[in-house]
C-alpha cells in the first residue's frame, strides 16, 4: 500500500482483540490517512513493542495519536513531514522516535521526561506548530514559550519547538 486517505485505528489492546501483537509495519506507505494514525491503549496492558511506518510523510490533516502502550519501545516515523496534531505519551518503555523530517507538527504533545523517562526523539525539523497544555506534555508550563528545552527530544535552533538540548552528541 501506497496511498491512501483511510485511517488507521489500533484502540484498546487491552480487550484482548490482539493480545500478542508485537509489531506494527507499514513498509511502503507513503501518502498516509487523511484521519488519524492512532495506536492506544487505554488500559496499558497490550504487548505491542514498535511501530514502523518509515516512509510515511503524512499532511496537515492527520492525527498521530500513540499513547498508553506500555512495552513500546520504538516509533519509526522518519518520513513524516507534517501532522495536524502529533501525541505521543504514556508509552514508559519508549526509547526511540525517530522523526527527524517533520516540519509542522501542529498541536504537539510528547510526554516529558518523567512519563517517558527513556525517550530519546529526533524531531530535528519541528520548526512550526505549537505546544499542547495538558499534563504530561512538555511544554505544559508555559505554552507560550517559543522553544523549548527538553532532555530526551532533540530539536532544531534557531526556531524549533524543541532546542538542541536532548541531541546527542
Known amino acids: 500500500m501506497t ?3 483511510q485511517e488507521v485505528d489500533f484502540p484498546f489492546f487491552g480487550f484482548g482483540e490482539l493480545p ?18 492512532k495506536f492506544t491503549d487505554d488500559f496499558s496492558e497490550g504487548s505491542l513493542t514498535s511501530i514502523y511506518a518509515p516512509r510515511l510523510e503524512g499532511n496537515s490533516n492527520l492525527n498521530v495519536q500513540i499513547r498508553g502502550n506500555p512495552n513500546l ?7 513524516l513531514k507534517a501532522a495536524g496534531s502529533v501525541s505521543i505519551l504514556n508509552n514508559p518503555a519508549l526509547q526511540t522516535l525517530s522523526a527527524p523530517n517533520l516540519v509542522d507538527g501542529g498541536s504537539v504533545c510528547i510526554g516529558d521526561d518523567i512519563n517517558q523517562p527513556s525517550l530519546d526523539a529526533d524531531l530535528s525539523s519541528l520548526v512550526t506548530g505549537s505546544f499542547a497544555v495538558f499534563s504530561p506534555c512538555y511544554g505544559r508550563t508555559d505554552p507560550f514559550t517559543n522553544q523549548l528545552n527538553a532532555t ?12 538542541t538540548e536532548g541531541c546527542q552528541n
Open 152 to 163: 530526551t527530544v532533540c530539536g532544531v535552533e534557531p526556531n524549533g519547538l524543541f532546542t
Open 3 to 5: 496511498d491512501s486517505s
Open 73 to 79: 519501545a520504538e516509533v519509526d516515523l522518519s518520513a
Open 20 to 37: 500478542n501483537l508485537a509489531e506494527v509495519r507499514f513498509a511502503n506507505w507513503v501518502t498516509g490517512p487523511d484521519g488519524v494514525f
